[in-house]
C-alpha cells in the first residue's frame, strides 16, 4: 500500500523536481525586475530562500494557495505569502488569479471533498525514511491536507503528546486530564493529561516560575531530554544540565546529524530522525546499522555542537572528526605519544607506536 502512495506521490509532485533540469539558475535573492500581481499553485510545491533549485527548502505550500509575486528573475518568481513570509517559486508552479489575499486571514481549511495523498510535502525530502517510520507506526499524524509539514517548529506540548503515546498506554495517562500541574496548564485541556504524567514521570519539570509553555517551541536540549528519557534514559543532571543527555544521546549515535546548535529549535522532521534512530537502536543492532547506513562513522557529540560543526555537511566528503576539530581524508593526528590516528575515508584509523 505504501508503494502505492509513493507512486501516486511521484505523479502527483514530479512537477516538483522536473524544473531542475530547465531552470536557469540565477541563486540570488534580489529579483532582476519588481512585479505586482497575484497567482495559485498549481500543485504542492517547495519554496526556496533564493533562486536556485538547489537553494535550501523554507516551507511546502499546498496545492490553491494565493500567492503574491513581488520580483522576477528568468522564470523564477518571488512571492509573498498571506502570513508576511517570503521566498521564490518557479514559475511553472503557478497559474494567474483574480483572487488576493489579506495579511490577516486564516489558513485555508482543506476541502471536505477532496481526497488528499498522505504525507504529499516528505517527497525526496532528507528525512523522508525517518518521517514514513514514525507515521507507519502510529507514532505522528499528518495534517487534514495530506501534509507533514517537515520543516515545521514543534512546541513542547506537541512533542510531550507524540512521547508520551509512543511510549505509554492510554490507561497510564488518561487519569491526568483533569488535573492542574503548571500554572499555565489548566485542567481539561488537549494536552493536560500529557503534562502532568509526564511531570509525575519526571520526564518535565517545567521552569523555576512554575510555568511549562506548552505553547512555546522547543529547543534541541529540551526535545532530547524529553525524548531520551521518555524512551527509557534515566536523567542525570550535568554541568550544564543537558550534557550527560546530550553525551548519552552522542554515545548511542542517535542525534540527527544537522544539529549544530544546542538552542536550535526542533522542526518535525528532525523529530521523526530523533524518535527512528532511538527506536531503531532499542530494536537491535542490525537495524539501527541498516537505517543509518554509509554515514554510520559520523556522529554529532557535545563538542560538534559547542564548535557548531554541521556533522551531515561532511558525510560523503571522507572527512573525519576527532573532538571539535575536522580533518581532511588521509590526514593524521597524534591521539597520545603512542598512538597516531588517520582519517581514512570518513573513519580512523588509528596505529599504535610503542612496543
Given amino acids: 500500500m505504501k508503494k502505492l502512495v509513493l507512486l501516486m506521490m511521484t505523479v502527483a509532485l514530479l512537477v516538483v523536481a522536473a ?23 498549481n500543485s504542492a510545491v517547495y519554496l526556496r530562500d533564493i533562486s536556485c533549485m538547489d537553494s535550501n527548502i523554507t516551507a511546502t505550500i499546498p496545492a490553491g494557495e494565493v500567492l503574491h509575486v513581488i520580483g522576477k528573475t ?15 517559486l518557479w514559475e511553472s508552479f503557478l497559474v494567474a488569479t ?17 481526497t488528499y495523498d498522505p504525507m504529499y510535502d516528505i517527497y525526496d525530502h532528507k528525512y523522508e525514511d525517518a518521517i514514513w517510520y514514525v507515521y507507519d507506526n502510529g507514532i505522528v499524524q499528518g495534517y487534514e491536507d495530506g501534509s507533514y509539514k517537515p520543516e515545521q517548529k514543534i512546541n513542547r506540548a506537541e512533542l510531550l503528546k507524540i512521547i508520551v503515546e509512543a511510549a505509554y498506554d492510554e490507561s497510564d495517562f488518561e487519569s491526568y486530564a483533569n488535573e492542574s500541574c503548571f500554572t499555565d496548564v489548566e485542567a481539561g485541556q488537549w494536552y493536560t493529561p500529557y503534562i502532568c504524567f509526564a511531570k509525575q514521570e519526571g520526564i518535565v519539570e517545567g521552569y523555576e516560575d512554575g510555568t511549562f509553555r506548552p505553547a512555546q517551541e522547543i529547543i534541541f536540549v529540551e526535545a532530547l531530554k524529553i525524548t531520551t528519557v521518555g524512551f527509557g534514559n534515566e536523567y542525570t543532571k550535568g554541568t550544564p544540565w543537558y550534557k550527560d543527555t546530550v553525551d548519552y544521546a552522542s554515545d548511542m549515535n542517535v542525534i540527527p546529524l544537522d544539529i549544530d546548535s544546542f538552542s536550535e529549535k526542533l522542526n518535525r522532521g ?7 534512530r532511538i527506536l531503531k537502536y532499542q530494536e537491535s543492532e542490525t537495524a539501527f546499522e541498516e537505517y543509518i547506513g554509509d554515514s554510520m562513522y559520523y ?3 557535545f563538542e560538534t555542537i559547542d564548535a557548531g560543526i554541521d556533522v551531515e555537511a561532511l558525510v560523503g566528503t571522507g572527512a573525519c ?13 597524534d591521539q597520545d605519544e603512542c598512538t597516531v590516528c588517520t582519517c581514512n575515508n570518513g573513519n580512523w584509523l588509528c596505529t599504535g607506536l610503542c612496543m
Fill in 270 to 276: 528532525q523529530m521523526a530522525e530523533l524518535i527512528t
Fill in 98 to 114: 483574480d483572487e488576493t489575499f489579506d495579511v490577516t486571514q486564516p489558513e485555508p481549511t482543506p476541502d471536505p471533498e477532496v
Fill in 321 to 333: 572528526i576527532s573532538d571539535s576539530t575536522v580533518y581532511d581524508d588521509g590526514e593524521s593526528y
Fill in 299 to 301: 556522529v554529532v557529540t
Fill in 74 to 88: 528568468e522564470g523564477w518568481h518571488k512571492i509573498e505569502r498571506s502570513d508576511g513570509s517570503q521566498g521564490w
Fill in 19 to 41: 524544473p531542475s533540469s530547465m531552470a536557469t539558475d540565477i541563486c540570488s535573492n534580489d529579483p532582476l525586475s519588481s512585479a505586482d500581481f497575484y497567482v495559485k499553485t
